[in-house]
């Protein structure tokens, strides 16, 4: 196992996903990794409310940075398509400061609910150490860091923007990535070529807004290891809260199929039932939650397994 750092600097910042973008890093299986990263804006001080304009990452090209600023690619050594990449997120630690913005872009939901036109900025200072974020209002929220961009290049050629998550995964803004979680990723191309970024601090199930408590991370640190004999379609984690198995699509009733169908075989799988047996069973123990509804048009949904909930041991004794 080897120990990798990598810088944050114009060479290991992009904002698109390619495979043709070259590494940044090459590691082997099993490798650490540890970074920092921007926020998802490229921001180097935090946004202003009356709308001024703040500093942000220069310099910047226009073709490749302008999308979520990302570190990588990381190459993983021996990755080839149909294997699976895991990544372990080790530790999570914010900057000192985020945001949270709403009803500053027209779209349909911001329509839908009256707020275009009427934009609103949240500013929140990021107590590490006790683990809240307080905003200018004063309110209190815990906080529970996560990547909202964990994702590998897709297998078509050119460059493609990082705001839709895929079933490489990319912009998932799942917010039970947390430390401790164990993600696993289909392999596309060649190396896997891992990019990540877009912290968040703090986020609800959909992201409502189209933004979390956004926040640059100070340190992440990562293992990577590759699976030859686990064959996935769709992203899948095994997290503090439980194992969840993920759905995007443009439809969130497909998103919604999509993430039931993948935990309907792993416990049937698991368990050595049928997929009705284990359809029925999840129907008791099994959590569909609307993941984000605001990327670009591609809707996540994930179903989560809670820790413990298929636990033998709460049956009592005969």
Not at 88 to 107: D, I, Y
Not at 258 to 272: C, H, K, N, Q, T
Not at 281 to 293: G, K, P, Y
Request: charge should be negative; glycine fraction near 10%.
């Amino acid at each position: 196992m080897a120990h990798h750092e990598i810088e944050l600097d114009s060479t290991t910042l992009h904002g698109r996903f390619s495979r043709e973008l070259p590494p940044v890093l090459t590691v082997d299986s099993g490798d650490v990794i540890v970074l920092s990263t921007l926020d998802a804006l490229w921001s180097l001080e935090p946004p202003t409310e009356d709308g001024s304009p703040h500093r942000s990452y220069e310099p910047r090209r226009a073709d490749i940075d302008d999308g979520h600023a990302l570190i990588g690619p990381i190459e993983v050594r021996g990755a080839e398509p149909g294997m699976a990449l895991e990544v372990e997120l080790r530790a999570l630690r914010t900057g000192p400061w985020g945001w949270t913005r709403a009803g500053l872009r027209s779209t349909p939901l911001a329509e839908r609910l009256g707020v275009v036109g009427q934009p609103a900025l949240l500013l929140w200072e990021l107590d590490r150490e006790r683990g809240v974020a307080r905003d200018q209002f004063g309110h209190n929220v815990e906080m529970r860091p996560f990547l909202g961009v964990i994702g590998l290049a897709p297998a078509e050629l050119g460059l493609h923007p990082t705001w839709p998550p895929r079933r490489e995964g990319g912009n998932l803004d799942c917010r039970e990535l947390v430390a401790g979680s164990r993600l696993l990723l289909p392999v596309a191309v060649p190396g896997a070529l891992l990019s990540v970024g877009d912290g968040h601090a703090a986020q609800g199930d959909g992201e409502v807004s189209g933004t979390a408590i956004e926040c640059a991370m100070e340190h992440v640190e990562l293992v990577v290891r590759l699976h030859d004999g686990i064959a996935i379609d769709m992203p899948r984690a095994e997290t503090p809260a439980g194992t969840l198995t993920l759905g995007v699509h443009e439809d969130l009733d497909e998103a919604a199929h999509i993430a039931l169908d993948a935990m309907v075989g792993l416990i049937a799988e698991r368990e050595g039932m049928s997929r009705a047996q284990a359809l029925a069973l999840a129907s008791v123990v099994v959590d569909l939650r609307v993941t984000q509804i605001v990327n670009a048009g591609v809707r996540g949904v994930h179903a989560l397994l809670p820790t413990g909930a298929l636990d033998r041991d709460l049956a009592p004794d005969p």
